[in-house]
Nanobody
């Protein structure tokens, strides 16, 4: 599965963005998907995950209530809606597909990832 994220940009605090991740090849619907992010000088961290059919989602505490993950298996797309953005949300955001054994529960760690997309930069100014 190849993944390509898009939708990043420069926004002000309080603004919203929608990130998209397009998949090609493989069997997209067999994978739970997730978004991770990496801020400058920091380790990559989990943001949100969605299971294979979209019936279960889970979020990092830092984004809960502000971000929403969703997917469209027919279009092979996964989205991340970012609302009420804060400067501390500034990072490169990566979409990721999990090993198929995690497809029901989702994935929250980088060790569960089998495919990474290239990141998209989100910069939030204060």
């Amino acid at each position: 599965v190849q993944l390509q994220a898009s939708g990043g940009g420069l926004v002000q605090a309080g603004d919203s963005l929608i990130l998209s991740c397009a998949a090609s090849g493989g069997t997209f619907s067999m994978h739970a998907m997730a978004w991770f992010r990496q801020a400058p000088g920091k380790e990559r961290e989990f943001v949100a995950t969605i299971n294979w059919y979209g019936g279960s989602t889970y979020y990092a505490d830092s984004v809960k209530g502000r971000f929403t993950i969703s997917r469209d298996n027919a279009k092979k797309l996964v989205y991340l809606q970012l609302n009420s953005l804060k400067p501390e949300d500034t990072a490169v955001y990566y979409c990721a597909a999990g090993d198929t054994r995690w497809r029901i529960v989702g994935l929250t760690t980088t060790t569960q990832v089998v495919y990474w997309g290239k990141g998209t930069l989100v910069t939030v100014s204060s």
